[in-house]
């Protein structure tokens, strides 16, 4: 994969907790981050003495490759949301500029803790739906603007193996968020559900206290039933 192919936009702790309705408890799991790019949750979260391991393809870059590539696309982000503004709500955010501010703030968390979190093997290299972690090695798998978000660019197939994935690495599994690009439900959605249950996993929705995209108030929780 090639960095340019690449647009790094980074979310908050705050968004992280408030995207995935994590509680006190929550945070203190074993938590794996799939897709979380240069979101700086890992950084804060270890900083509070969390246990998290986040898997992007970004990470196979350097510090340096990647802040630039930050730089180089923070404009275009900016300039895109203004032309699209109407498809969000503003009311965590007060403005474009604010929230450009908080990604940046962000993004600056996650490049200052990268290279030490690398080395410690907290940011690592690889993407779904294939993951190199041991069965359940994880409490909690969070996954991120990422899939039913890129319905048309993933397949079905794609999503349920990555969430079955997911599910063999974690006891649970929480996606957000459940709408596709333009805004309505992910086509993709209730066929992932279906072949899911099929196979035995435990799905469900869950209401977060989070919307920015107009819509996104859910997310999907899927546990491995215990027999």
């Known amino acids: 994969m090639k960095l340019s192919h690449i647009v790094p936009w980074g979310r908050s702790f705050e968004e992280y ?13 074993t938590i794996v981050g799939c897709g979380d ?18 898997i992007d393809p970004i990470y196979q870059f350097d ?16 300039d895109q949301l203004q032309k699209t503004k109407e498809k969000y709500i503003w009311e965590n955010f007060s403005s474009i500029e604010q929230l450009g501010s908080t990604r940046m703030q ?3 968390s996650f490049l200052a803790d990268y290279p030490k979190g690398k080395l410690e093997g907290r940011y690592v290299n690889a993407m779904l739906p294939k993951l190199p972690f041991a069965n359940k090695q994880f409490d909690l798998a969070l996954c991120s603007h990422y899939l039913f978000l890129y ?3 993933v397949s079905l197939d794609e999503h349920v193996s990555s969430i079955l994935e ?11 968020p459940l709408l596709s690009l333009d805004g309505q ?9 279906s072949v899911l249950s099929e196979k035995g996993i435990l799905v469900s929705f869950k209401e977060v206290a989070y919307q920015f995209q107009k819509g996104a108030v859910e ?9």
């Open 17 to 29: 907790q408030a995207m995935f309705s994590l509680s006190d408890g929550d945070l203190e799991k």
């Open 37 to 54: 790019g240069p979101a700086c949750f890992n950084a804060e979260l270890t900083a509070r003495v969390g246990n998290v391991v986040s």
């Open 63 to 78: 510090v340096k490759a990647i802040r630039s590539r930050v730089n180089t696309v923070y404009p275009e982000i900016m």
């Open 106 to 108: 962000a993004m600056e």
């Open 151 to 153: 319905s048309e660019q």
């Open 166 to 176: 997911l599910c063999r690495v974690a006891e649970e599994v929480r996606v957000y």
């Open 185 to 193: 439900e992910s086509e993709q959605l209730q066929p992932v559900m």
């Open 219 to 227: 997310m999907l929780v899927a546990k491995t039933q215990k027999i």
